[in-house]
């Protein structure tokens, strides 16, 4: 069946049914009327972000599930909430799509969020479903943070320690594979532990690629920075995975996107990686140094230590 | 200049620029973070509604300004804002768009959509920016409400009386004479001096046209309506106007979306329609009653009282 054979308001009631397998805390009203509403807790402030996923830009229908590719457009909200040390509240999806859509695409669509959305309780709340000619999903994610608990981009000082959850470039090799298999979970609960940490300078979560999503960190701060490519920290197998396609790891895991690891710099009296790995409940490592200005990167190419200039 | 000489980080640094003109009490951290970050009014409840217009679908460029579009984005959110009887707080602004785009029909759209947003104080806070094949505009707003003082679609009562703000039927005149040159402003502060009344049972905003939309609030109320067609408020030369164009003036009014006006349905011991215009400052007009069931409109063609059922 395709849409125009459902029409918008039995396709929106099918969302909502959907929708009802997550539910949240601080929903009032969910989909169904003019708006959602939602509940702040006491002295918590909103926190919002927009992202979409453009077929033809950012996806392709059969190069990878519907499923697939809804937990894929949450994750990049579900981390920009991450990256400002959020509680994930809730969300909405505007979807534009054409009238020959399969329905089936849409509710796998709704599906895949939902089982990203599930474990952070972080419900549907609304949207809007309307014709176009090239299918686009338009999420914007709403999240609580109490006023003290906030991380930014801005904040960063030289000296400064410069660190990274998890392992980097899996993303990018799958898409270099051309097969998208898995979605990184969204770093929501380390940003959370992150922002409980009073030494934790400024944050910003990996969707372009650590490279870039450093720069605006930097932008963002005034400040520069130095990496030691040795230290960035990537999954086992991958350098071999990389030959094998004939990739640079290192290009890899450095310019890569979507991979939803949050960079985190940190002040001198901060638990150490181990620490802050326990902390965290995840792998943590540090990568560089925060300085005056300029990012530059020790390469690993080659062996031979030597500074490269972005 | 197209979009693609000038690069995303350009354009959006363009439209924070140009945002700045707009300026709103609740935002702690606007455009430039991985989010926006807003501070709800203690004890108020927060209202979300998403909205997009779609080239091809809803717009085409050379039809109306990019001011114009841009307005009449934003009407559609703060309408829906309106109709739950909530104070705008601020909005996020999602682009899709090629990279042939042109830049000034980008900046036009921001400036179009600020000068509606300035006089509710509702800043641009967010959004995103994305290559695609079509334009899309996809906008989220924000707005407070206090718990006891929302409007929903749920709550009219047999016996209500039904009432309308406004006159009806212009959206759809300039449509039919296809050039699009007005907006109607939408209903804020009328909406927040409706949920101020506690006789108020339940609204919406006439988005897609009155008896589609008082059937959507039929609907959420579980019951039904008698409207008397003869009632229906209309511009002063509307009829005129429908007549040079062979159009039925009712069908517009009754069946012509984007009026942006509110229908609302008030128990017995609310102000009369003088006592209700000199409260809202605005035109109130009584067109019908809620009935137990169904939709009925009482018409006027021919001046022939008589029912029609729907």
């Given amino acids: 069946m395709r849409l125009r054979d459902l029409g918008e308001f039995e ?13 949240g805390r601080d929903v009032v009203l969910g989909i169904g ?22 077929e033809g830009t950012h996806f392709r229908w059969g190069g990878e599930t519907p499923r697939m590719l809804g937990r894929r457009a949450l994750a990049a909200n579900l981390s920009d909430l991450a ?14 799509a054409p009238p020959s859509l399969e329905v089936r695409s849409v509710t796998g669509v709704v599906r895949g969020m939902l089982d990203l959305a599930e474990p952070f309780a972080c419900p549907l709340v609304g949207g809007n479903v309307t014709r176009a000619r090239e299918t686009s999903i338009t999420i914007t994610a709403l999240g609580g943070v109490r006023p003290g608990r906030i991380l930014m981009r801005s904040g960063a000082r030289p000296g400064d320690r410069i660190l990274v959850t998890g392992k980097l470039g899996l993303s990018a090799l799958e898409r270099a594979r051309g097969r998208v298999r898995t ?16 030494s934790v300078t400024a944050c910003i979560d990996i969707s372009d690629g650590l490279l870039a999503d450093l720069g605006h960190l930097l932008e963002a701060s005034g400040v520069g920075a130095e990496i030691d490519a040795s230290l960035v920290p990537m999954p086992r197998g991958f350098a071999a995975a990389c030959k ?22 940190a002040s001198g009296n901060t638990p150490d990686s181990p620490a802050l790995e326990r902390r965290l409940g995840t792998a943590v490592t540090a990568i560089g140094r925060i300085t005056e200005r300029g990012l530059r990167v020790r390469g690993a190419s080659g062996g031979s230590p030597g500074w490269r200039h972005f």
Same sequence: chains 1, 2.
């Fill in 244 to 265: 094998r396609l004939e990739r640079d790891p290192l290009q890899l895991a450095l310019g890569g996107g979507e991979d939803y690891e949050l960079i985190f710099t």
């Fill in 33 to 54: 009327d003019d708006a959602a509403l939602l509940r702040p807790r006491r002295g918590e402030q909103l926190v919002v972000t927009s992202d979409a996923m453009v």
């Fill in 11 to 23: 396709l929106i009631d099918r969302i909502r049914r959907l929708a009802a397998r997550v539910q």
């Fill in 183 to 198: 979605t990184p979970r969204p770093r929501v609960t380390e940003g959370l532990a992150l922002a409980r940490l009073a």
């Fill in 83 to 96: 990256a400002m040390g959020s509680r994930p509240m809730g969300f909405l999806f505007a979807l534009a």
